[in-house]
Nanobody, 115 residues
Framework: QVQLVESGGGLVQPGGSLRLSCVASGIVFSLKSMTWYRQAPGKQRELVAA???????NYADSVKGRFTISRDNAKKTVYLQMNSLKPEDTAVYYC?????????WGQGTQVTVSS
């Protein structure tokens, strides 16, 4: 079975940093693009960052320059380094991959940015 497990969320003050991790199993990780999404209360789930099999990255405009997505194929893990966090970054963050047109999601990890 495909399984994605996120971790690393928590409460942080504005301007602080967090590093999220997502460990994958049940997939050929090195051959899959991976993405991070987030969903804030009352809002649609939005794409935050994506990384291809070759390491190419894409970011939402709202996080460019602050967030960095990376991957470690040996550990089957994708990371999201989140710096200069803002209250508007508060959301549940999910990792995602698509296999044969089906989306697979982790359980999510809560990130709260507040004073």
């Amino acid at each position: 079975q495909v399984q994605l497990v996120e971790s690393g969320g928590g409460l942080v003050q504005p301007g602080g940093s967090l590093r999220l991790s997502c460990v994958a199993s049940g997939i050929v990780f090195s051959l899959k693009s991976m993405t991070w999404y987030r969903q804030a209360p009352g809002k649609q789930r939005e794409l935050v960052a994506a990384i291809s099999t070759s390491g190419s990255t894409n970011y939402a405009d709202s996080v460019k320059g602050r967030f960095t997505i990376s991957r470690d194929n040996a550990k089957k893990t994708v990371y999201l380094q989140m710096n200069s966090l803002k209250p508007e970054d508060t959301a549940v963050y999910y990792c995602n991959t698509r296999i044969q047109s089906r989306d697979y999601w982790g359980q999510g990890t809560q990130v709260t940015v507040s004073s």
